[in-house]
């Protein structure tokens, strides 16, 4: 049961870094999210934030009518940048490339500890088989170097040596921040599912 109860708290960090995650639509987050600012437990506050603060460093998306997440108005160059970068992210997690996934991080994170992740990525990596699939990959706030992109993401954890599994459907921001041209992850922000 302790492994596990690790696990879960692997996978709330690894779907998604974050001091807090504030809304623009009280819509899109519900009440009762845990709210931690450390490299493990990375909760959600359920704050939101009035539409005019475009400009800021609060982290959200908005739903339209549809239920998906309004797109932000983004160079097609950038956003093609942007959304690289995030499958990037993806892929090199899914294919446990620990060297592919510290490139794809910011320097200086503004929402984790690069050499905690690093080595909680290790642990899961020896101890988990774990997927990330996401969908509904959608770029929700774009300013000239820094940007948020949105997805609904399953998180599949297999430990093999106990034969069990853990899975846990979320949204997720990630929050990019341009260093040296290129597109790197600086935050991460994650609301599962209940």
Request: charged share 30%; glycine share 6%; aromatic share 8%.
């Amino acid at each position: 049961m302790k492994k596990w109860m690790l696990a879960a708290g692997m996978a709330a960090l690894l779907a998604g870094c974050s001091g807090e995650e504030e809304a623009q639509n009280p819509d899109t987050a519900e009440a009762g999210y845990e709210n931690t600012n450390d490299a493990v437990g990375h909760g959600i506050a359920d704050d939101t934030v009035a539409d005019d603060a475009a400009e800021d460093d609060t982290v959200g998306f908005t739903m339209g009518e549809d239920g998906m997440p309004v797109a932000a108005e983004v160079p097609k160059d950038e956003r093609d940048a942007l959304l690289d970068a995030y499958d990037a992210y993806i892929q090199a997690f899914n294919d446990e490339d620990l060297d592919a996934f510290m490139d794809v991080l910011a320097e200086n994170p503004e929402g984790f500890d690069r050499e905690e992740d690093k080595q909680l990525l290790i642990d899961t990596f020896e101890q988990f088989e774990t997927t990330y699939t996401p969908s509904d990959v959608t770029v929700v706030k774009y300013e000239e170097d820094r940007a948020e992109v949105f997805a609904v993401i399953d998180v599949d954890m297999v430990d093999a040596e106990a034969d069990t599994n853990l899975s846990q459907t979320g949204r997720q921001v990630v929050v990019f921040a341009k260093e040296d041209g290129d597109w790197k992850v600086t935050s991460l922000h994650f609301i599962g599912n209940q």
